[in-house]
């Protein structure tokens, strides 16, 4: 158990809906990632969150976004989801107080999109 | 994203045999990290490295920060059944805060 935990663990949902993805970091972590891997592929880096501010953006869509809330806790949003949403979403969280630092994932959420 | 040029992409291996996997790069990381995801799971850590050269050792896992600082490798001496999975190699490079890069994974697969 890596103490990253994200709820709910299977989403399924039809073309068009909103969806809202949730995560806790290990205790002690300031920095969320989140990730998307769909069907055979690598980890794909969505966003990052340090301390409630948003810290660096990868290939995240303008549909996608998310948030830090002051408890430290994250939550990505997909908004107008289409089939190819459908993949597995992964959040991950460290420290992020020195150069040197460690990501530890959570279970993840299936999203399924039909 | 997948900046990492992580090989091989797949091994098919007979059990007790050794596993040997890299991952190369042109940037230069501050720390390098193995991760181990079976199907529809999370990643789960295996090893972090965070000095050049540093050898680290977790049971039958074996990993080195590259001296370099462009490549780290992943070795499993006496492979077990349960090594079958996909491991991803991450580095966190050297400038910008915080970013990560990630290898495509290499997949192991055990055979009795």
């Known amino acids: 158990d890596s103490g990253v935990t994200q709820t709910p663990k299977h989403l399924i949902t039809a073309t068009g809906q909103r969806v809202t993805l949730r995560c806790s970091p290990r205790?002690?972590?300031?920095?969320v990632y989140w990730y998307q891997q769909s069907l055979d592929q690598g980890l794909q880096f969505l966003i990052q969150?340090?301390?409630?501010?948003?810290?660096a953006k990868g290939n995240i869509l303008e549909r996608f976004s998310a948030q830090q809330f002051p408890d430290l806790h994250s939550e990505l949003n997909l908004s107008s989801l289409e089939l190819g949403d459908s993949a597995l979403y992964f959040c991950?969280?460290?420290?992020?107080?020195?150069?040197?630092?460690?990501?530890?994932f959570g279970p993840g959420t299936r999203l399924t999109v039909l | 994203g997948q900046q990492l040029n992580q090989s091989p992409q797949s091994m098919f291996i007979q059990e007790g045999e050794d596993v040997s996997m890299n991952c190369t790069s042109s940037s230069i990381f501050n720390t390098w990290l193995w991760y181990k995801q079976d199907p529809g799971e999370g990643p789960v850590l295996l090893i972090a490295l965070y000095k050049a050269g540093e050898l680290t050792s977790n049971g039958r896992l074996t990993a080195q920060f590259g001296i370099t600082r462009k490549d780290s490798f992943l070795n499993i001496s006496a492979s077990i059944p349960s090594d079958v999975g996909i491991y991803f190699c991450?580095?966190?490079?050297?400038?910008?805060?915080?970013?990560?890069?990630f290898g495509a994974g290499t997949q192991v697969v055990v055979t009795p």
């Open positions: 969150y340090y301390n409630g501010e948003e810290r």
């Open positions: 991450a580095g966190q490079l050297l400038v910008g805060w915080g970013k990560f890069q």
């Open positions: 991950a969280s460290s420290v992020a107080a020195g150069r040197t630092d460690t990501q530890y």
């Open positions: 205790s002690g972590d300031l920095s």
